[in-house]
Every structure is written in structure tokens, then in C-alpha cells.
């Protein structure tokens, strides 16, 4: 299982910048996709950013341009940049990973505990 420890976040005027850090630990042959997702209460869970261990970024549409990942797989963090940040950004950002076998198969799916952001205008 992965173990996923979320750091970064807290508060920032509309304009301003963050960066949030994951990262895994635990006993795996491999991590595939790791990313990031958010929610706010009431709703589901969104799809922020999600690397692939080949490098393949998907960023949501919503964040497309404002918003950078660094994904390190030799110590298997992922780093998301965010940059312009709007009040609708708020939320809790939460840390994903899903875990491979030294086949390349899926074996598992972990999520951090999350971490806030919120952006006031």
C-alpha cells in the first residue's frame, strides 16, 4: 500500500500563488498515476491533474494554464504549481496514487487525507 503525506496549501488572496507537495512511502514496486484532485462540500470529487509514470500530464479544463505539475519518480513526489489563483480554486486538494506491480498492472488506488486551500477575493 502507498502511503500519501500532502504538505502546502493555506490561504492567498485572488492573483496569488501556492504550491502543494505529495509524497509516497510505503512498500511498492511502482507508482503509475499520481495527481491531484479536489472537493468542496456538497460536491464530487474533481479531477485537477494526473501524471502518468511516462510523463503524460492531463490537467482539468479548469485549471489548464494557471496550474503546473512536477512529478519526481525517483523519490516519488509530485509537485502542483498554482499560479492565479481564483476563489472558485478553493478547497480541499487531495493527493492520489495508484499503485503497480513490477508488471505494470494496477494493484491498488490511495488517496492522502488532503489539504486546504481557499483563495479569497
Known amino acids: 500500500q502507498v502511503q500519501l503525506v500532502e504538505s502546502g496549501g493555506g490561504s492567498v488572496q485572488a492573483g496569488g500563488s501556492l504550491r502543494l507537495s505529495c509524497a509516497a512511502s510505503?512498500?511498492?514496486?511502482?507508482?503509475?498515476?499520481m495527481g491531484w484532485y479536489r472537493q468542496v462540500p456538497g460536491s464530487g470529487r474533481e479531477r485537477v491533474v494526473v501524471?502518468?509514470?511516462?510523463?503524460?500530464?492531463y490537467y482539468g479544463p479548469s485549471v489548464r494554464g494557471r496550474f503546473t505539475v512536477y512529478r519526481h519518480n525517483g523519490n516519488n513526489t509530485v509537485e502542483l504549481q498554482m499560479d492565479n489563483l481564483e476563489p472558485s480554486d478553493t478547497a480541499l486538494y487531495i493527493c492520489?496514487?495508484?499503485?503497480?506491480?513490477?508488471?505494470?498492472?494496477?494493484?491498488?488506488?490511495?488517496w492522502g487525507q488532503g489539504i486546504q486551500v481557499t483563495v479569497s477575493a
Open positions: 492520489n496514487a495508484e499503485e503497480g506491480n513490477a508488471a505494470g498492472d494496477m494493484v491498488g488506488d490511495d
Open positions: 501524471t502518468t509514470e511516462d510523463d503524460f500530464v
Open positions: 510505503g512498500n511498492f514496486a511502482r507508482i503509475l498515476d
